[in-house]
């Protein structure tokens, strides 16, 4: 079992930056695959960035490439989303999730096994 509780998000204008960061608690963190979706009002929950359990290669929805970097800890069990030259479009409420243990990453959000309850981004334009 992992439970998983987001922080970080904020009310920023655009062209800032936030640090979105995900604490897990339970066994073998370091043993999941983890991710970051994004869900906008009226929109389908999409995904945003992803790391792998085991190489730490990483993966980013076309939207947020070059802009946005996942990295995790797994000594601090906490897993970062660092976001920058953010814009009104990327304004959503953010989940962490994590799937495993010992997967591949997935862009499907129904392959995740665990979720945080969500932290609120909005970017002024």
């Known amino acids: 079992q992992v439970q998983l509780v987001e922080s970080g998000g904020g009310l920023v204008q655009a062209g800032g930056s936030l640090r979105l960061s995900c604490a897990a608690s339970g066994r073998s963190f370091s043993s999941y695959t983890l991710a970051w979706f994004r869900q906008a009002p009226g929109k389908e929950r999409e995904f945003v960035a992803g790391?792998?359990?085991?190489?730490?290669?990483?993966s980013y929805a076309d939207s947020v490439k070059g802009r946005f970097t996942i990295s995790r800890d797994n000594a601090k069990n906490t897993v970062y989303l660092q976001m920058s030259s953010l814009k009104p479009e990327d304004t959503a409420v953010y989940y962490c999730?994590?799937?495993?243990?010992?997967?591949?990453?997935?862009?499907?959000?129904?392959?995740?096994?665990?979720w945080g309850q969500g932290t609120q981004v909005t970017v002024s334009s």
């Open positions: 999730a994590a799937r495993g243990p010992g997967v591949a990453s997935s862009r499907r959000p129904v392959e995740y096994n665990y």
């Open positions: 790391i792998h359990w085991s190489d730490g290669s990483t």
